[in-house]
């Protein structure tokens, strides 16, 4: 399974990629790799000194809304960590306006008025890309032509059911006890909140796609919630419609799944026609493996909380965690894994430490440090 | 597998049970049992109105050390819903002052000094409950006295995990960062401060039973955010250490295990010594079984979001829930098995669909209904 090309030498932040398909691409593909490729979920946040610099002067929407500071933004892992792909800059509420909610943040996300009712529900539209973000769009193109090749980028929305939750929660909430109300009390509402998240998503995700994201991620950070059968029902057949879209239409382009909380819900998570699933860090790879077969891409799945350790304890997690997803010390890369922390890396952790862990993944499973 | 003695009608609120053993203690030692025993978990709380009617009278905090108050709380719902058990009404936080760590609550648990460093946790105590907590003694002598026979009275605890990060995070956390950042940056001083945890709640529990308590249950509401291995390392060795501890000195004690999200460490869970295991309601109760094999009893896992449904959708989860863990409509009750919630009763239920579940699952599993 080894790659027939020259192995890469541990490349410089900034390096170009060889004149082949990029390695996370092709990763995501599973195709051979020769080493495993790394990024990180939250990678352009809170933790970076360059990210606050740049939000002092502008806040979070602005932030999200402006292609300028998006790209800024978007970049500045890329320059500083050397990671294996770039993520848009977004918020997975951006849509929101144009489907006729507006929402804050001070800090965390607020809908002053949440969609609870039939007639609420009804009266949500579920615009064009085009129109309702232009934004976006425009962000996304800026990325490419800034990153020049260097590495891929991720275009990402929200999963519909996390998408629904907000929009009926208000905001985060701790019991999420309205969506799933909903969901009991007035099933046939809430597949009609669902199926209107899912053609906004749809959307988003194609134009991003169009406009130049060379991959499309849904973050269902709050499908955990919901007992396997409910997740069957209420959670799958909106994603899986999202992502059936795109392997019609765009075939090519990897779709990746996160899924928080997945390890009772494996069965149904591999019916989403994903390429990739994103594992959050309680569930082991390998029970995710006997779960989704042995044809899935597994991405993650690091602890996040395991970066504010010293850098030996760093290590030794992530030697686990690849071994976890099959990578012999002796034997190259595994393949069919991305490395990626299993949840969005944490405010408090030290960027040397993030920088630490690229490389060493880097080191570790390097064809050339056999 | 069905009992040799009459079935027992449907039972009012209040009704004695027969002078063998308690259905619901017969259950948790994997006796036969005429139907499927129930009670609630968190159901004596703010979902009643004479709860509330209470707590308008007396803060949490007195509710809790004033053994009437107490008494009084834990009956409503014996008397209200007819449930299988009573649990002892009372904070999985109140044994920290007796560790030296005082805590408040406005509404939720504020520790202001945090223990997060070494000469904290050095400084901690490790009480013995007869000293740090008589009011909790003298609460379940007198609803012993109270429930007179009624339905068993459970004891309980947090697990020791779950109470060192209270400690340590000084409060519910969102992201649970500074107990795993302990973890894994000072592993040694995190074994000290969970032995502390342990040692305290081993003599919390064996006095509560001492003091009548017939069955005890340890929370572990946050050991869902470990990853696998590092639950097997961190919070499994000090939960079994309590269980190993009430086994040896009381083994006819039926022992409960709360398991927030444990569908990615059943393996793990399974060797806690736990003779029953409360499983959430993320959990398919057949992959519960599956991983914790024929034996063990299992507890729950109606999604407590259920009971802010109409009934006859109450009624139909309900079924799914009885039919996971081997109920057969026509067969009588599932033997092993306890119907509980996945997760504390929410504090917007009605509570009259509280009822219409006892009673439906009480008609539904009752050898009297075929």
Chains 1, 2 share one sequence.
């Not at 509420?93 to 804050?104: A, D, E």
């Amino acid at each position: 399974l080894r790659s027939p090309e020259p192995a890469a030498a541990p490349a410089a932040a900034g390096a170009r990629e060889p004149a082949v398909e990029p390695l996370f691409l092709r990763a995501c593909r599973g195709q051979s790799v020769e080493r495993t490729p790394i990024w990180i979920m939250r990678q352009a946040g809170r933790y970076l000194p360059e990210y606050r610099a740049l939000r002092a002067r502008a806040d979070f929407w602005t932030a999200c809304t402006t292609p300028e500071l998006a790209c800024q933004i978007t970049l500045q892992p890329v320059d500083r960590l050397g990671v294996d792909a770039a993520i848009l800059f977004s918020d997975i509420l951006v849509p929101l306006p144009g489907m006729g909610v507006p929402v804050t943040f001070d800090p965390g996300p607020q809908i002053d008025a949440p969609v609870r009712d039939r007639a609420r529900i009804e009266a949500l539209r579920t615009p064009d890309a085009r129109e309702a973000t232009p934004f976006v769009l425009e962000a996304v193109r800026l990325i490419r032509r800034e990153l020049a090749g260097r590495v891929p980028l991720i275009g990402f929305a929200g999963a519909p059911f996390t998408m629904a939750t907000y929009l009926v929660e208000g905001g985060t909430s701790k019991s999420q006890a309205a969506i799933r109300g909903l969901l009991f009390a007035d099933p046939e509402a809430a597949s009609l909140l669902l199926h209107k998240c899912a053609r906004t998503i749809r959307s988003y995700l194609l134009e991003q796609i169009r406009a130049g994201a060379q991959a499309a991620m849904l973050f269902d950070t709050w499908a955990g919630i919901l007992a396997p059968d409910d997740f069957a029902r209420f959670a799958l057949p909106h994603a899986r419609a999202v992502f059936a879209e795109l392997a019609l239409q765009v075939p090519e382009v990897p779709r990746i799944y996160y899924a928080a909380d997945c390890a009772g819900r494996l069965a149904q998570v591999g019916q989403l026609e994903a390429t990739v699933v994103g594992v959050d860090w309680r569930t082991d790879l390998r029970l995710a493996r006997l779960g989704l077969g042995p044809e899935m891409i597994l991405q993650g799945n690091l602890d996040p909380a395991v970066l504010l350790a010293p850098p030996p304890r760093i290590e030794a997690k992530a030697r686990e965690v690849l071994r976890a997803a099959g990578w012999l010390e002796e034997g190259g890369p595994s393949q069919r894994h991305v490395f990626n922390l299993g949840h969005g890396i944490l405010p408090e952790t030290p960027p040397e430490h993030a920088l630490f862990l690229v490389e060493t993944v880097r080191r570790l499973t390097s064809a050339a440090a056999r």
